[in-house]
């Protein structure tokens, strides 16, 4: 009987330690795990509570950049015809359905574009009132104890929109999205000064929720240095800014809070030699 015990105050023990670990590993970031659509969490609507995560699952999805090259590209039609349709930012869709399609399945939004969408809050949440808004920042623009200025003005939006689902990047998964780039590049983001674009949440987002993966008006890591490359703006919805090109090389050589643009879509042309990231406009193959 004594032996009995002494095997379930082992186990229980042991099961504790377990739980203590995965604890700290989700908390700290030291050993960053993939917590997958547990990592999106959805700010709850007037008369609901709990924690609800991101639930969703597409077989074919267009990931549409929000790049110049998409203006005169007609692929609206195209990128209509998948399953899910992801965008970023405020990218809009109307008066350049021809380029960029009509439908959005899911939003990504950095921090600093959420103003941008409150400047058109009936196109977004009444004329797309079914997609779904992920939105991201650093921890003191989400936290959420009041202080957190961002996520403060997304709970005004839930109740505001009680259809809309919108959606936090949670704090781990942000450190998780740290470590892939630090695995991928050897280098530690905020060591190198850099901040992840939405464009990098967006892939690591779809390849999570998506079979297959066609990615629309996103040139690849080499475009830039070469030297007939086409010249077109930084987003196809504003043609007088800077050149999207000079853009990337701007924001890559910034020793503090620039974008690694041109690492990122390196990054990508390794995971599109795996074979679920297809480049069908502009066209490339990882084999380039």
Known sequence: MKSLKLRWLCLLVITLSLVLWYSHVTRTGDLAVNLGLRGYERIPPPGTSGLHHLSLHCGRCAVVSSSGHMRGSWRGGEIDGHECVIRMNAAPTQGFEADVGNRTSVRVVSHTSVPHLLRREAEFFRHEADTLYVVWGPERNMRQDGKGRVFNTLVRLARKYPPTHIYTVSKD???YCDRVFQDETGKNRMKSGAFLSTGFFT?????????SIDVYGMIDGSYCSVANHTSVPYHYYESYRLDECGMYRVHERARRGGHRFITEKNI??????RGKLRFPYPTWTPRQ
């Open 203 to 211: 892939m690591i987002l779809a390849t999570e929720v998506c079979d």
């Open 173 to 175: 998964k942000v450190l």
């Open 268 to 273: 990508y042309r390794r995971w599109a030699s």
